[in-house]
């Protein structure tokens, strides 16, 4: 069974930044796709970004487009997600997952492994 353990969340202000890392803790399919979702209180777990094995395509969510960069470790079992210019309304809990299947795609249905998420809180 496939874990993935985030970390990186934590208490900014608005304009801040944060760097979200994730990774296996066992092993993992040959070849795998990587997301980043999030989940705000009340509200439905929504795509974030998303990154080939290659790491040569990557996808993002609109509102995250310019602000959020998602990229690969060199052994490529890391994620990572760079946040700059955090607003209030990125406040949620951050999740890592992984997809066994590309090409890579922004609904979570299709991603496999999930981590336990990790939570991201900005001050305005």
């Known amino acids: 069974q496939v874990q993935l353990v985030e970390s990186g969340g934590g208490l900014v202000q608005a304009g801040d930044s944060l760097r979200l890392s994730c990774a296996p803790s066992g092993p993992t399919p040959t070849t795998y796709a990587m997301g980043w979702f999030r989940q705000a209180p009340g509200k439905k777990r929504e795509f974030v970004a998303a990154?080939?094995?290659?790491?040569?395509?990557?996808d993002y969510a609109d509102s995250v487009k310019g602000r959020f960069a998602i990229s690969r470790g060199a052994a490529r079992n890391q994620v990572f997600l760079q946040m700059n210019s955090l607003r209030p309304e990125d406040t949620a809990v951050y999740y890592c997952?992984?997809?066994?299947?590309?090409?890579?795609?922004?609904?979570?249905?299709?991603?496999?492994?999930w981590g336990q998420g990790t939570q991201v809180t900005v001050s305005s």
């Open positions: 997952a992984a997809d066994s299947v590309e090409p890579i795609t922004a609904s979570s249905l299709e991603y496999q492994y």
């Open positions: 990154i080939t094995w290659t790491g040569g395509t990557k």
